[in-house]
């Protein structure tokens, strides 16, 4: 069982930035790789970013030049920056670990215009 933990959520005016924060129960120095999504209200969830395991990375292309996915290898950690964030970007952020089944639980990002 593999465990993802979520943190830094939390509310930002509009033109802000937060820093998300995923946590891994094992090493992230062999998996393929993992990524961030987004869930809005009555909304499907969509691809943010993921960073392979060679740390290339791809945006999904509402956040392309505003979001920026990294990870700490030592740390088995990955890490979501998200600037000059949007209303739009308001969603519930999950952590996934690509080709498998396994989630975060998710935290919540609230953008006020």
């Known amino acids: 069982q593999v465990q993802l933990v979520e943190s830094g959520g939390g509310l930002v005016q509009a033109g802000g930035s937060l820093r998300l924060s995923c946590a891994a129960s094992?090493?992230?120095?062999?998996?393929?790789?993992m990524g961030w999504y987004r869930q809005a209200p009555g909304k499907q969830r969509e691809l943010v970013a993921v960073?392979?395991?060679?740390?290339?990375?791809r945006y999904g292309d509402s956040v392309k030049g505003r979001f920026t996915i990294s990870r700490d290898i030592a740390k088995n950690s990955v890490y979501l920056q998200m600037n000059t964030l949007k209303p739009e970007d308001t969603a519930v952020y999950y952590c996934?670990?690509?080709?498998?089944?396994?989630w975060g639980q998710g935290t919540q990002v609230t953008v006020s215009s």
């Open positions: 996934h670990y690509e080709g498998t089944g396994f």
């Open positions: 094992l090493s992230i120095v062999s998996i393929n790789a």
């Open positions: 960073i392979s395991r060679g740390g290339s990375a």
